[in-house]
């Protein structure tokens, strides 16, 4: 029995299966420091837990809305207002599985079969996978992240075939380079959509881990691009809810009632226990996470530091997110004994081998020669991971 062609053609996620090899490795004794997983290491705060706790004493176990409970809808719409500065009525919200159902779903209501999708390189490695399974083409334009998330006006509208565009992707703070599309750079994006029909779709799951810089809502740049932009966010990242499962958005009425139409023929409801735990995670006091964003902007400099100090390996300027993607181009071509690194996986697969540290190719985001590793892990792993990387590395010859 074969599976349907766009299934087939799809590209197994590579951070999933470079995190499970370093899993499967400690189940079987190994010590490995893994910088490849997307989740901060903190525990979920215990006001959400013992909200959870509550819902389920009080049987808080059967559907609710296929959008959301409205007192979650409420809360994400009290959310949007004071910290992005969007109204958002309740008609314009959806609760989702997490962030990336509600890119799916966005993607699977705007696109028809020939259609195009712009999407900046590097990206999150799902992107690309969920605009084919919506029948449509991603078409790329380059970010140079090296200085900033530079976007070049003039490329991007090259990117734009009137009749086939039908949406952008833009992530800031952004996976996988931990850079933030400053408000100039928004502006940029702006003049060149705004009197377009395309849909942006603007991921902002990591709006708070931003470092030295401020966040800016594409959504907020004003009226007329207000109204063409669908807000994505969720509780999983600020809150290290990454495992309960919920995602939403904000925007046109139109994009969010077909959204809710088609997750009402597929998953309905996001988990109601879920949802009572994200409305207490939203209305937490915001001196905890801010905390926790102050331990990793600690993180971020002791890995940079740690990276600046092997030759061979350049870092790219650290903004925002918990990621760095430096470059390891150096390193393409040499060899450890008879066997060639030829490609930033080869290198991957060496360094989680030799010295027992995974980091996910760059080519998984569309960037050969880089390698992401993400710091939400302990100062001492990381600190660990460093020193065995450098050694790898430095056994590698020309």
């Not at 470079?18 to 499967?24: C, L, T, V």
């Not at 609760?95 to 259609?115: E, R, S, Y």
């Not at 009749?163 to 940029?188: C, M, Q, S």
């Amino acid at each position: 029995m074969q599976v349907s062609n766009r299934v087939a053609g799809l590209t197994p996620s590579l951070t999933l299966g470079i995190s499970a090899k370093a899993k499967q490795m400690k189940k079987e004794g190994k010590d490995v420091v893994d910088f490849s997983a997307g989740e901060p290491d903190f525990s979920t705060p215990e006001p959400v837990q013992k909200a959870a706790i509550k819902a389920i004493e009080e049987n808080y176990t059967r559907y609710t809305p296929v959008a959301g409970s409205a007192e979650l809808i409420w809360a994400i719409s009290k959310k949007f207002k004071e910290e992005n500065n969007l109204d958002y009525s309740p008609s314009q919200i959806v609760v989702a599985n997490g962030a990336k159902q509600i890119i799916f779903n966005a993607l699977q209501v705007v696109c028809n079969p020939g259609d195009e999708v712009i999407l900046p390189m590097p990206y999150w490695v799902s992107y690309p996978e969920q605009i084919r399974l919506a029948g449509a083409t991603p078409v790329y334009v380059y970010l140079d992240f090296e200085k900033g998330l530079k976007i070049d006006e003039e490329e991007l509208k090259r990117a734009i075939h009137p009749g086939k565009t039908k949406a952008i992707i833009i992530n800031t703070p952004h996976n996988p380079t931990g850079g933030v599309l400053d408000r100039r750079e928004l502006e940029k994006i702006a003049r060149v959509v705004e009197d377009s029909s395309i849909l942006v779709i603007s991921d902002e799951i990591y709006e708070n881990f931003v470092y030295e810089v401020s966040h800016t809502s594409f959504a907020s740049l004003g009226e007329n691009i207000y109204n063409k932009t669908l807000t994505v966010n969720g509780v999983s990242k600020t809150y290290s809810m990454t495992g309960w499962r919920i995602g939403y958005a904000g925007g046109p009425e139109q994009i969010i009632q077909a959204m809710i139409k088609l997750q009402s023929h597929s998953t309905s409801c996001a988990s109601s226990i879920s949802q009572k735990a994200a409305i207490a995670a939203l209305n937490l006091q915001k001196a905890e996470v801010k905390d926790r964003i102050k331990e990793f902007s600690y993180r971020r400099k002791l890995i940079k530091d740690g990276l600046k100090k092997i030759k061979g390996v350049r870092v790219n300027k650290l903004q925002g997110a918990f990621y760095v993607f430096p470059d390891f181009t150096y390193f393409l071509g040499t060899f450890t004994g008879e066997r060639k690194i030829k490609n930033s996986l080869d290198l991957a697969d060496y360094l989680l081998e030799e010295a027992g540290v995974a980091l996910v190719p760059g080519s998984a985001f569309g960037m050969e020669g880089y390698l992401r590793m993400s710091y939400a892990l302990p100062v001492e792993d990381i600190k660990k991971g460093l020193d065995r990387m450098k050694q790898a590395l430095d056994k590698l010859r020309g």
